[in-house]
């Protein structure tokens, strides 16, 4: 009985071994194979570009990436075509990666114009601003500006103060934050609201006081709001003969 259960036990091992084997085998046979099945100079063939597109054209990555689809599957500068492809002014985000057997895949995220900035640009969501074609700017954009490296400060100071005085006469349609650090704003109905130094939110409790009720019925009048006052504001009207005391 001894014998036998030696006998089984030693097979039962040549049998383990024999599975180790065999599974190594396996895993060198792959790893061989794929050398084989995808060779060094494996040719890309396919240019697959997604995204949401509006303002973007997927022409124009094309056109990007295609010289660079002359280099074979393993060579593609993958980060050199991602970064030319960022370049273009309405992408947010580019990823580029490698689909087996010989396809790029580009996969793009388009910025979404929120303001007017400066002259020229735009400024996205995330503040960032850029400088697309004029013909490509949406119309009916609010009118930003300000110093570079301003954007996100200009930005989330218009988005409090448009807020607080949107359904009002002074609803606004631009903000602008100057070289010398001074806010002022202009109305729809094209008044110019001066704040000064202080941010713009510490001067709205004056005018959305008093200041509405006051000026009630004469914003066609006014040419412009001062709030740069330690205590009330003052007013510049469109028509010099008016009653001097309604200048306070």
Not at 3 to 12: D, H, I
Not at 23 to 48: C, F, K, M, N, R
């Amino acid at each position: 009985m001894s014998n036998a259960m030696t006998m089984n036990a030693s097979n039962s091992l040549q049998i383990d071994v024999w599975r180790i084997v065999f599974v190594l085998l396996l895993i060198i046979g792959a790893i061989g194979g794929s050398y084989w099945i995808v060779p060094l100079d494996a040719p890309l063939t396919q240019l697959e570009i997604r995204g949401n597109f509006d303002k973007l054209q997927p022409e124009e990555i094309r056109r990007i990436a295609k010289p660079m689809l002359e280099a074979n599957f393993f060579a593609a500068d993958i980060s050199g075509i991602a970064s030319a492809v960022a370049e273009l002014p309405w992408v947010a985000h580019v990823k580029v990666e490698r689909k087996w057997p010989g396809q790029l895949l580009v996969q793009v995220q388009e910025r979404n114009a929120i303001a007017r900035w400066n002259e020229t640009s735009v400024l996205d969501e995330d503040s960032n601003s850029f400088t697309p074609r004029p013909e490509e700017i949406p119309t009916g954009l609010p009118q930003l500006g300000g110093r570079q490296g301003h954007e996100s400060e200009v930005m989330h100071t218009w988005t409090r103060i448009s807020a607080a005085l949107a359904g009002t006469p002074l609803d606004l349609e631009s903000l602008r934050l100057n070289t010398r650090g001074q806010w002022s704003a202009r109305t729809r109905n094209n008044i110019e609201i001066r704040f000064g130094k202080a941010q713009p939110d510490a001067r709205l409790p004056a005018l959305l006081g008093a200041g509405i009720h006051a000026l009630n019925g004469r914003w066609q009048q006014i040419e412009y709001i001062d709030l740069r006052y330690t205590n009330g504001f003052a007013v510049g009207w469109r028509q010099a003969a008016l009653d001097p005391g309604s200048n306070k």
